[in-house]
């Protein structure tokens, strides 16, 4: 078994945040992002992730309804 403040040092929290986020990246562009977004939600998620320009292309159009009018976001970049 490993000794306790072994495994509270800042290097050994360090080492294993950066495993859990390498292993989340490798989650995330497998199997969450490659299907299109169907709320906002699921568009900031993708480009927090800096997945966007996988999801998205230059042109594409998104829409979302304010009160009775249709907002509509074009895709720039």
Known sequence: MQNLNEMLTEENYVN??????QTLASLIQTKHFNAQPTSWEDVQKIVRAGR????FSIGDQL???RGNNTLVWDVIG
């Open 52 to 55: 966007a320009s996988r999801v």
């Open 16 to 21: 294993q945040t950066h495993q859990i986020n």
């Open 63 to 65: 829409t979302c309804q």
